[in-house]
């Protein structure tokens, strides 16, 4: 199929990731995606409504499986679907995968800082993920805001993936409980503590990639040009709400 024509996924499995997040790994017709990209899914009712949003692929380029994150959002229309309906063996409606602007390819290389809010994470774990299988010992910082320790996304992994490769950085910002490893930022990922990471980093990033709610976006990626990053050099993606 193109990559733009809906195609029915079936869903192989539903993963709780977190207490607000839950995977849903699809597999499907689907061309294979660059890290970053997202696909479109449509949920159709019995009386022929549709309701149409995006998701970003969490899972790294030619994974079997297209890994899905979705926060359940409590007055949302489609989000919650995913956390109390959809099972194994059903069937979605899914487009994709789509998006050129936020793709990471290893030609682009680094060093690469990856900003992430919420399940903002998803696709830069694709990133993450991709780093590792083709690129690894590349410098890169992920900088990651949670609300609390059980609200990291992907938690277990990442912290194996950096155990793995000094190269790879990562600190998790904790906005609602302290923070639990030296070197992980407590409270809201802010011009001076994103300015304080990037001074233990020790790397200027000639890569940024910033993903999460709107308002989280616009904070970070104003914090990080006020900073002295180049905004040529930052790539964003914009999940919706204000965060
Ligand atoms: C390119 C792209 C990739 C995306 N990837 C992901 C992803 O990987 N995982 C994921 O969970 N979501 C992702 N989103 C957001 C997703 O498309 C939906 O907007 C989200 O799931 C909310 O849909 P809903 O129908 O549940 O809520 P809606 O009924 O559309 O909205 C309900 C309420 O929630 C608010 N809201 C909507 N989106 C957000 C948000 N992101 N954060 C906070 N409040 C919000 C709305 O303003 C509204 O008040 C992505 C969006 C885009 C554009």
Not at 33 to 62: F, N
Not at 72 to 100: C, K, M, N, Y
Not at 136 to 157: C, H, K, M, N, Q
């Amino acid at each position: 199929m193109s990559g733009v024509r809906w195609t029915p996924a079936t869903v192989e499995r539903v993963v709780v990731q977190t207490p607000r997040v839950t995977s849903v790994f699809l597999r499907g017709d689907l061309p294979r995606s660059e890290a970053g990209q997202h696909v479109d899914v449509k949920l159709t009712a019995d009386d022929g409504y549709s309701a149409e949003r995006s998701y970003s692929i969490a899972s790294a380029p030619g994974a079997p499986l297209v890994e899905l994150a979705i926060e359940w959002l409590p007055d949302g229309e489609v989000s919650p679907f995913f956390h109390d309906v959809v099972q194994a063996g059903d069937t979605l409606d899914v487009r994709g995968p789509i998006g050129g602007h936020f793709v990471w390819r290893a030609d682009d290389g680094g060093p690469l800082l990856l900003v992430a809010g919420g399940s903002g994470i998803a696709p830069l774990m694709a990133i993450v993920r991709h780093r590792a299988a083709v690129t690894p010992g590349l410098p890169t910082l992920l900088l990651y805001s949670s609300r609390t320790w059980d609200d990291i996304v992907f938690r277990a992994e990442l912290q194996a993936l950096a155990a793995a490769d000094p190269a790879l950085v990562v600190r998790f910002a904790i906005t609602r409980e302290a923070a639990r490893r030296p070197g992980d930022v407590a409270g809201r990922l802010d011009a001076p503590r994103i300015a304080a990471a990037l001074a233990g980093w020790g790397t200027r990033p000639a890569r940024t990639y910033v993903c999460g709610a709107n308002r989280f976006v616009e904070a970070i990626t104003m914090a990080l040009v006020d900073g002295g990053i180049a905004a040529a050099t930052i790539r964003t993606e914009r999940f919706g709400g204000a965060g």
